[in-house]
T-cell receptor, first 113, second 113 residues
């Protein structure tokens, strides 16, 4: 079974600062990787996903993530955050032929105006 | 885009009673739905996979007689927490496979008193 580790539990930063959230997974085979965001009081929304191809994936709202196979990592980045990026961020992994998603513990991001 | 409606959003029940949570796909058919449980500051833990027209598949450690799942139609899956106890208090989230990925419900905050 896959496991997912998100290194930061809570990140606090100011508007316009750069954001990077770490995600590492443990699984020996090919994986599909996801980042989800949960704004306060809302459901999880997909930010981006990686299945194959270019390891640098661009998502919505200016987010991107880089898949580094050798490091089993899929870190999320945003060059300049806004106050509206305050949310909970979840990394998730699944095997290609499986429907089950394994989630990391989540990272709370607080952006101060 | 695809929408999943989860109801109720909050419920308080007395210990020993049962609570039903509904998860509906509003504009697509969902053969497969998932039920998660989320503890504060922790990851989403997959409880079971709900398949339309067949029995749910429960994850290890999840009591199937306590968490009854019914997926009687292509747009509705229900989770019934039977004989609820305070330790069942949690945030329950459903998701549906929508053909291109996953769509999540807004979650149900269950408090057992």
């Amino acid at each position: 079974a896959q496991s997912v580790s998100q290194h930061n539990h809570h990140v606090i930063l100011s508007e316009a600062a750069s954001l990077e959230l770490g995600c590492n997974y443990s699984y020996g085979g090919t994986v599909n990787l996801f980042w989800y965001v949960q704004y306060p009081g809302q459901h999880l929304q997909l930010l981006l996903k990686y299945f194959s191809g270019d390891p640098l994936v661009k998502g919505i709202k200016g987010f991107e993530a880089e898949f580094i196979k050798s490091k089993f990592s899929f870190n999320l980045r945003k060059p300049s955050v806004q106050w509206s990026d305050t949310a909970e961020y979840f990394c998730a992994v699944k095997a290609p032929r499986d429907y089950k998603l394994s989630f990391g513990a989540g990272t709370t991001v607080t952006v101060r105006a | 885009g695809a929408v999943v409606s989860q109801h109720p959003s909050r419920v308080i029940c007395k210990s020993g009673t049962s609570v039903k949570i509904e998860c509906r796909s509003l504009d697509f058919q969902a053969t497969t739905m998932f039920w998660y449980r989320q503890f504060p500051k922790q990851s989403l833990m997959l409880m079971a996979t709900s398949n339309e027209g067949s029995k749910a598949t429960y994850e290890q450690g999840v009591e199937k007689d306590k968490f009854l799942i019914n997926h009687a139609s292509l747009t509705l899956s229900t989770l019934t927490v039977t004989s609820a106890h305070p330790e069942d208090s949690s945030f329950y989230i459903c998701s549906a496979v929508d053909g291109v990925g996953y769509t999540f419900g807004s979650g149900t905050r269950l408090t057992v008193v």
